[in-house]
């Protein structure tokens, strides 16, 4: 059987021609099966995680259409709006539709919170081909009419599972009321849960679902351990973790922003490149935190939750749960920042008494035991389900790095 290439898709030669300058060469199963149908003009609904190259599988299409219609965008009218739920999910998909789209004469704004307003709005003084926003601030801009969406024919709503989960639902009503009937509409989630299918079904007609069913080859290879210990024995057993130098790229998760300032100072204190993100460090703060990560000159990266979301970067060799999360879902979420794009990754949880409860809310969901690879301490006791000792699981996770299964750092 021949492999599918982006050319059989459909696709126009100046998109080609960027997708072979960024060494795309094959298409990803979600753009196999979306980019075909939303060339169609079909709706779609795609079920599927960042790190399936849901990006670049509703980006192309839309390039394509706007390239064709050789139309300019009127004074501070969009022709298509892309809504993710975050900042640096937005700048993600800005820095992909940008690469893209490298052949062809589009412009593109983001329109997002914590950065100028005031820029934002210079920008749309001579239109938007494409608006990438986060939900807030679109609204905001709408109101004002600083941003029309009344001409828009492309729409995507991107990760909407974390929209809803961040109480965007108003806003993401009062945008789609605003948009044409006339229209293309594409909606990406990981999940979904009751009130997405809702709004897809409010949001897209007739649309064709695209469900990447994850086989034992493409899920992502992360190996999972929790550790468990008191609450005030986590930040030893993380700076003893950090000596060894197979943790190469690594994401600490905390449940506070509190929590992540602290970390981030005792890191920072023992002499380790760190920064921290979450919703109190102003935009270009958690930009430049990204691009330390990203180019390796912070090694670690402390995050809250809403902070990491959409976080694209890849080579992170280890997701370390300094805290549970207080949902299962995130739990997923989290460690998913790791293994991007096919590589392998590992996940280690730090697990104190009063976070069992969460734990085994995590692996009921998953269906999926997590190793236990520190003895859990008091009367909850558990025999560990893999016997590995902790100075073992140190060399565990050494020994898999050499033997290669890390992506190394882009
Ligand atoms: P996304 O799910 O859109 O966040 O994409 C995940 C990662 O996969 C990004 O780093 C993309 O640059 C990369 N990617 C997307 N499509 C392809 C492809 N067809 N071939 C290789 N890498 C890809």
Do not use: W
């Not at 999926?368 to 520190?374: E, F, K, L, P, S």
Request: charged share 25%; net charge positive; hydrophobic share 40%.
């Amino acid at each position: 059987m021949t492999q599918t290439t982006f050319t059989d898709l459909g696709l126009s030669e100046p998109l080609l021609r960027a997708l072979e300058a960024r060494k795309f060469e094959i298409p990803t199963p979600i753009q196999a099966d979306t980019i075909p149908a939303l060339l169609a003009n079909k709706d779609v609904l795609g079920i599927a995680q960042t790190g399936s190259g849901k990006t670049a599988a509703f980006s192309l299409p839309i390039l394509q259409h706007l390239a064709a219609q050789q139309v300019r965008p009127a004074p501070f009218a969009a022709r298509a709006l892309i809504l993710a739920p975050t900042r640096e999910l937005a700048l993600q998909i800005d820095e992909t539709v940008r690469y893209l789209s490298v052949n062809l004469k589009l412009r593109t704004v983001v329109i997002i919170g914590g950065a100028s307003r005031f820029k934002q709005v210079e920008a749309m003084r001579r239109g938007a081909d494409i608006v990438i926003g986060t939900p807030g601030r679109v609204c905001d801009l709408m109101q004002t009419r600083e941003l029309q969406i009344g001409g828009v024919n492309r729409f995507v709503l991107d990760e909407a599972d974390r929209m809803l989960d961040l109480g965007f639902i108003k806003d993401i009503r009062r945008i789609v009321a605003a948009l044409p009937p006339q229209r293309q509409s594409c909606l990406f989630s990981a999940t979904m849960p009751v009130e997405v299918a809702s709004l897809a079904n409010s949001l897209l007609r007739d649309p064709i679902r695209v469900e990447i069913a994850r086989t034992e080859e493409d899920a992502p290879k992360i190996e999972q351990f929790v550790h468990h210990l008191p609450q005030s024995g986590k930040q030893s057993l993380l700076l003893s973790m950090l000596q060894d130098e197979a943790l190469s790229r690594v994401i600490v998760f905390t449940r506070t922003k509190h929590g992540a300032n602290k970390v981030a100072g005792v890191l920072e204190n023992a002499g380790i490149q760190v920064n921290a993100i979450h919703g109190n460090k102003s935009q270009p703060q958690r930009e430049k935190a990204l691009r330390e990560f990203r180019s390796g000159r912070a090694r670690v990266l402390v995050a809250t939750d809403i902070a990491a979301r959409g976080i694209d970067v890849t080579g992170i060799s280890h997701v370390i749960n300094f805290d549970l999360p207080v949902e299962a879902e995130s739990y997923v979420h989290r460690i998913g920042r790791t293994a991007r794009a096919g590589a392998a990754g590992i996940a280690i949880s730090f697990c104190d008494s009063s976070e069992r409860g969460v734990l085994r809310q995590i692996e009921r969901s998953m269906n999926y035991t997590i190793t236990v690879v520190g003895e859990a301490p008091g009367p909850m006791t558990q025999q560990p389900k893999r016997n590995a000792a902790p100075q073992q699981q140190r060399r565990r996770y050494s020994d898999r790095n050499q033997r290669g299964g890390m992506r190394s750092a882009a």
